[in-house]
């Protein structure tokens, strides 16, 4: 089993403040760090440092070229990701002394990708192959279908979450990743503390889809048909929650694909992920294989 992650690839620029900043306010920041981000690209990462085969797909400005030698240095292929004129994406990030984040995207070279591209790049990929999506890159209802079409299994994480997310053929999504926020808009239900509310009516409405719920102090929860787990928090001391979930989603497939069952892979993404927190920074804090795995 091979990944492919067509995604997102941002420069995040992480400014810690006291509290994120008000509608007219302007705010003094204690540190900027520039870093390698994109939901996309830090699943990448995730999946790579855990071990798994992962191409990553997308496109990049010239200032892009210290993320692809970063993910190259992970062990990710990134030979389907393309380069072009403009700029990356970008992540302004504020990191507030909760250790709560805030972001504004600029999209950069992900509203650039091309669906010649993807029939491109997709040639190279058939059943026996993941595709992996978020929704920071253009053309996720093409891909979704192109993927379909070849038998690939798609695993998409809803996030970040916006309305235009209902129009996507989700029906042909195998495995849907999303937090408490994510699930209540796909769910079309208001945010609520009954998260098992939200997950029986995702399991109504998507009934051939996994779903797989994170909640943040919570654990998460997965649901297919009638069965449900649950998996606790790996507690650890929270510096940065940024990347997070893309840790967690990184090391789920890993586990699946290396043939653990589905609460071992909760176990091993939970501890990954409480890693990710423990530490600053999106793709810098994903830990490697060595700290996540029982051997
Ligand atoms: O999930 C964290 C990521 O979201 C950051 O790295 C930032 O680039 C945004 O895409």
């Known amino acids: 089993m091979r990944f492919l992650n067509y995604g997102s690839v941002n420069i995040d620029l992480i400014f810690t403040v006291d509290h994120i900043v008000k509608g007219g306010e302007t705010l003094q920041s204690t540190s900027l760090n520039k870093s390698a981000g994109g939901k996309g690209a830090n ?10 085969p992962v191409f990553h797909a997308g496109k990049v400005g010239q200032d892009g070229g210290f ?12 030979s389907c990701i393309r380069t072009y004129e403009g700029s990356t994406g970008q992540a302004l990030i504020q990191l507030d ?5 805030a972001i504004i995207l600029y999209s950069g070279g992900n509203g650039q990708i091309t669906t010649a591209e ?6 190279h990929f058939g059943s026996d192959d993941v595709l992996v999506l978020q929704n920071e890159i253009v053309h996720t209802d093409y891909l979704i ?14 996030a ?11 029906e042909l999504v195998d495995l849907l990743v999303v937090n408490e926020i994510e699930g209540a808009g796909l769910a079309g239900m208001q945010e609520t503390p009954d998260f098992k509310a939200i997950l029986e009516r995702l399991v109504t409405r998507f009934p051939n889809s996994q779903i797989l719920l994170t909640i943040g102090k919570q654990g998460c929860w997965y649901a297919f048909k009638d069965l449900r ?31 653990h069952s589905i609460r071992q892979a909760l176990q091993y993404a939970s501890k990954a992920a409480g890693l990710a927190v423990s530490r600053p920074g999106a793709m810098a804090s994903i830990p490697l294989a060595d700290e996540v795995f029982y051997y």
Do not use: W
């Not at 699943?43 to 798994?52: C, D, P, R």
């Not at 993807?118 to 040639?123: E, H, K, M, S």
């Open 145 to 158: 279908k192109a993927a379909a079409q070849r038998g690939m299994k798609v695993c998409m994480n809803v």
């Open 229 to 259: 787990i649950h998996h606790d928090i790996y507690d650890t001391e929270v510096v940065d929650t940024t990347a997070a979930g893309d840790t967690f989603i990184g090391y789920y497939l890993a586990s699946i694909a290396r043939g």
């Open 118 to 123: 993807i029939d491109q790049t997709l040639q």
């Open 67 to 78: 993320l692809l030698q970063l993910l190259s240095s992970y062990g990710v292929d990134v």
């Open 43 to 52: 699943q990448s990462a995730a999946l790579a440092k855990a071990g798994a």
């Open 97 to 101: 002394a909760n250790k709560q984040n």
């Open 160 to 170: 970040p979450f916006d309305p235009s997310v209902l129009t996507l053929p989700l």
